[in-house]
């Protein structure tokens, strides 16, 4: 979770740090602060809430130098307050920011107190800036001191650390979260995210896990977890500045929704030749791997949880492979059993999602030979620690409710059951079939997304809402529990999702004139059991509202609102039925007058357990 930007320049940081914050604040915005050194001096301002604050602190009462770190946070250890906000300062000497958390920090907190160290936050992150400013005591400069201090630490960091023993000097390193380097003309940043150095660099450095970088205005040398001088690449990043603005959106969440049918079409861009998928799309060795498969376990969480859940159904019912499918965060604590030929799916937007970093991990630990990730983020730790690898091509996601990360690792699933399901059951005249919805995919939801108006007028009935169901049956259970996510993510609205033959086994006891029911309805074969669903909620009295395939014939009844949805064949069908959902919850959110990008106690990449 948590922003961190750092740099080291010859001119005023201030002004590069704040932008940089600004371009983080997905990552967290409980507090934000930064730090700077000039004149041998740590000069520092912390602002409780959004970056805004800061910067207006800094307006009535500015800082200045030319080295400095800069953090948005996410609370973890700690409630959200000034207090506990980074960076965190050790005696004038030392300051600290920190992504992650520190498991041990408690011990180390204990024997820090009895040494003579004040502690002025609940933080677990102030046990570092402690320990490095203890060990300058006795060791011989801030790398050293550095170098000490993170053999101590238990858990995951990314950190940036500056001194006015050395102040000069920008030391950051990471281990399980992520940390990049910005290559300038004369100067070097630090972040968590290239996104948050575009206006001022496009050439990167991605640590690896366990480096530790020492950057001067001169010099940048990397040290791997060895302790060996390394070289890492500097890559260059074909983002611009730009492609991180709303432009002319009011949300950048509204905005993403609408790049859905570009972001899809890039998904599939060069993946087939002769409206062929092309195995080499997943890596050099992809053949192989595939052949060797006979199940597939997927991991994941939260909305990338829910295209798995969808996945699930696709690999089963079209190739006819075993799939399971769990969530991330609770694999690597039930003992789970692995066959060896099972191949290990994970889904994260950001590459970073700690739970599902450590649930790969330890699949590979259980034997598991074979891993593929789909992923947004190229670089990022997923990436590293797997196989094979599509990325969807989503690009930049800023809203923290995700909407084109979520079709985009649908679409790129879909490519990944056609290729595996060649090697099973799925015939090439049903793949030629999946491959033309792929394509048409893009025109069918540009076509869903004119109902923008008609369901912006239904979200008015969901004002004075605190309730809501959400309704699915086969692949479009999963898409009832994204909607009903979407829901409670940024309106605040409490939103449940069953499977709509479950309504009889408990939920129905919930249905009243003031309980919105969405139902998700396409024209498939679970149809008429869902409508036999629909009554049970419409004869007790229920709001019935239905997204409904356009060629479906639909009576009247007070009770019953229909939004009628492009006719898409049942294959793609998950895909385009997601997008009402998100611009309901999107419009629904609008009127509760909440923070749409931003909703409150939430982060964009989960970078802790």
Not at 47 to 70: F, M, R, T, W, Y
Not at 122 to 144: K, P, R, S
Not at 460 to 466: S, V
């Amino acid at each position: 979770m948590c922003g961190i930007v750092g740099g080291i320049a010859q001119r005023n940081i201030v002004p590069i740090l704040l932008e940089g914050l600004k371009r983080l604040e997905y990552r967290g915005y409980d507090s934000a602060g930064l730090a700077v050194i000039n004149d041998q001096t740590i000069y520092r301002q912390r602002e409780l809430g959004k970056v805004k604050g800061l910067e207006e602190l800094l307006q009535a009462d500015p800082i200045s130098g030319n080295i400095g770190i800069a953090h948005t946070r996410w609370a973890t250890h700690g409630k959200p307050s000034t207090a506990n906000a980074h960076p965190h300062v050790c005696r004038n000497k030392v300051a600290v920011v920190h992504n992650g958390i520190i498991e041990n920090h408690e011990k180390l907190r204990g024997t820090l107190i009895e040494n003579g160290y004040e502690f002025t936050s609940e933080t677990d992150t102030e046990v570092i800036v402690h320990e490095i400013c203890q060990a300058m005591e006795t060791t011989d400069g801030l790398l050293n001191a550095v170098k000490r201090t993170i053999k101590k630490l238990e858990g995951a960091y990314a950190l940036g650390i500056i001194s006015t023993v050395e102040p000069n000097t920008l030391v950051a390193c990471r281990k399980g979260s992520p940390l990049v380097i910005g290559v300038g003309i004369g100067e070097y940043f630090v972040a968590s995210d290239v996104a948050a150095l575009l206006p001022v660099t496009q050439r990167f450095i991605f640590l690896e896990d366990g480096d530790i970088a020492s950057i001067t205005i001169n010099e940048l040398v990397i040290y791997d977890a060895a302790d060996n001088v390394v070289s890492r690449p500097i890559k260059e990043s074909q983002l611009t500045a730009d492609s991180v603005d709303k432009g002319d959106y009011r949300h950048y969440m509204l905005k993403e929704i609408y790049e859905q049918p570009f972001a899809i079409s890039q998904t599939l861009e060069g993946r087939f030749i002769n409206n062929r998928l092309q195995e080499s799309s997943f890596g050099h060795n992809s053949a192989e791997v595939f052949d060797n498969i006979k199940s597939v376990q997927i991991l994941a969480c939260g909305t990338s949880y829910h295209a798995g859940l969808v996945a699930r159904y696709w690999f089963e019912k079209l190739a006819r492979v075993p799939c399971n499918i769990e969530v991330a965060s609770e694999f690597r604590y039930r003992s789970p059993v692995l066959a060896a030929d099972t191949l290990i799916v994970t889904i994260s937007q950001s590459g970073e999602t700690a739970d599902t970093l450590a649930a790969l991990k330890e699949a590979k630990k259980l034997g598991a030979k074979y891993s593929v990730a789909i992923c947004n983020v190229p670089e990022s730790s997923l990436v590293r620690e797997s196989d094979l690898v599509l990325m969807t091509r989503a690009g930049p996601e800023i809203g923290v409710a995700s909407t084109k990360a979520f079709t985009t690792q649908l679409a790129t699933l879909m490519l990944l059951v056609i290729a595996i399901g060649r090697r099973f059951q799925l015939t090439e005249k049903v793949e030629q079939k999946i491959t033309s919805e792929l394509f048409g995919l893009p025109g069918k939801i540009e076509k869903v997304l004119q109902l923008d108006d008609e369901i912006k007028a239904l979200a008015e009935q969901f004002a004075e809402k605190q309730h809501a169901l959400f309704l699915g049956r086969g692949t479009h259970y999963p898409i009832a529990m994204e909607g009903a996510l979407k829901l409670k993510e940024i309106s605040y609205i409490h939103a449940e999702a069953y499977p709509a033959g479950e309504l009889k086994h408990g939920p129905l006891a919930l249905i009243d004139s003031d309980m919105p029911v969405i139902t998700v309805a396409p024209n498939n074969s679970l149809l008429e059991k869902l409508k036999s669903n629909m009554q049970e909620v419409s004869a007790r009295g229920g709001q019935l509202i239905v997204f409904m395939d356009e060629t479906l014939a639909s009576a009247a009844d007070e009770n019953v609102q229909i939004i009628k949805v492009p006719q898409v064949e049942n294959e793609i069908s998950p895909i385009v039925y997601t997008i009402p959902l998100q611009l309901l919850s999107y419009h629904v959110a609008i009127l509760k007058g909440t923070d749409v990008d931003q909703p409150r106690n939430l982060a964009k990449s989960v970078t802790v357990e």
